[in-house]
């Protein structure tokens, strides 16, 4: 990948966004807002290493958000960008300025729904160790971009068709394995009643990885969804499914395997004036930096209760397990293919103004793979949100 290629995709994306709003002059509503984001915490573990290995540190992350968005009767186009700050005091070398910018545009009348979405980032990897590469102890930095384009046809006022596309590249510094990937999904959809709807698609991907040993995965599925909004607080709605895997990985002595499984995705929400609560549970395929497509099986819980009117209380409660989908490479020496993730999160937050929020707040988390490795870290959170400035004309 080009020193230049991910910045003039950006620059394209912003193009694109800029010039599609002037597709439509009437009625538009314009909206500018900002977002600063400030977290203070200590973490027992920084790196969840083993017990005799556990180093502390104290963290400090400041992530200004800059949001726009303009939008009409047929088209909304939005642009967003962030440029943040990661300090790590007693681990400097985790030191680190995560970005993140993207756009995109959605473009409706009668019978078409047409979007596109493009994003770019630039982060340390282990902020995404749970899903992706298991390794918290790396300081490597991990840049993606994607483009997201889809197209849906209102067959009738009840039965839709949509064709979405993927295309997406991450790359690491050091220590783990580049991928990309291209992803197509057709699904169908049939409003049966106000309150009940039910689909079909079916999806291909191709996902390739470079390190080492490099290999390539191309995965088929479909699946059945289902959607039903019990009353006005309670909704549930279902993703099952199946996929084929083809694994094949190339060296001197190439090897070609088939995996199959489930896919799966279950939620049953309910959102009250004082309490809501959130339940997932599924099953998933995701692209791993340790050079192989991993099978994710990930329940997670979350509620929350309004003490006052500015007083509030959450908790947060996740569990993963992570398995390869055939033979893939171990390029960290921090973990396996194989791991269990849990975290718990429980919160109490304030509501000082309309603008601004401060939340403390408590992490446990804890993985099993080749060692066993947990960190306690406390956070207090203070998010400034300006609701920005909007002109209607």
């Not at 499984?261 to 309910?270: I, K, P």
């Not at 973990?335 to 304030?350: A, K, V, Y």
Request: a negative charge.
């Amino acid at each position: 990948m080009s020193d230049c290629f991910l910045p003039n995709r950006i620059f394209f994306y912003l193009q694109a966004g800029l010039l599609c709003m002037s597709f439509n002059l009437v009625a538009a509503e314009w909206e500018i807002s900002t977002d600063i984001k400030q977290v203070f915490g200590y973490d027992d573990n920084v790196r969840m290493r083993q017990e005799q290995d556990a180093q502390g540190s104290f963290e400090y992350l400041l992530t200004p958000r800059l949001d726009f968005i303009r939008r009409d009767q047929q088209l909304e186009t939005s642009l967003h960008a962030s440029y943040g700050l990661q300090r790590y005091p007693d681990a400097q070398d985790l030191d680190y300025t995560p970005q993140d910018y993207g756009g995109g545009f959605t473009y409706r009348n009668e019978r078409f729904i047409w979007s596109l979405n493009g994003s770019y980032s630039d982060k340390l990897s282990r902020n995404f160790a749970v899903l992706e590469t298991g390794d918290f102890a790396s300081a490597a930095n991990r840049i993606n971009w994607s483009l997201d384009p889809q197209l849906t046809f209102l067959i009738t006022p009840i039965d839709s068709l949509a064709v979405g596309f993927n295309y997406y590249e991450t790359e690491f510094s050091a220590s783990f394995s580049n991928n990309q990937g291209k992803n197509v999904n057709i699904s169908w959809q049939h409003q049966w009643s106000p309150i009940f709807k039910q689909g079909v698609s079916v999806f291909y991907s191709h996902n390739q990885f470079e390190s080492t040993i490099n290999s390539t995965t191309d995965s088929y599925g479909l699946n059945l969804t289902s959607s039903y909004k019990a009353s006005e607080h309670w909704e549930a709605t279902a993703a099952i499914g199946g996929r084929i895997s083809e694994v094949l990985i190339m060296g001197a002595d190439s090897v070609n395997q088939q995996s199959v499984g489930f896919l799966a995705n279950l939620g049953l929400n309910y959102q009250g004036e004082i309490y809501s609560s959130s339940i997932s549970l599924g099953q998933s395929l995701i692209p791993s930096g340790q050079g192989n497509l991993q099978e994710q099986a990930h329940f997670s819980w979350a509620g929350s209760y309004k003490l006052t009117k500015r007083l509030n209380t959450a908790i947060n409660i996740s569990y993963n397990i992570t398995n390869s989908v055939g033979a893939g490479n171990n390029l960290s020496g921090t973990t396996t293919n194989s791991r269990n993730n849990f975290q718990l999160n429980p919160s109490i937050g304030w509501t000082v103004t309309p603008e601004i929020n401060a939340q403390l707040s408590y992490r446990y988390r804890n993985q099993e793979s080749l060692f066993s490795a947990e960190s306690n870290l406390v956070m207090l959170t203070i998010n400034f949100n300006w609701m920005g400035y909007k002109l209607s004309r």
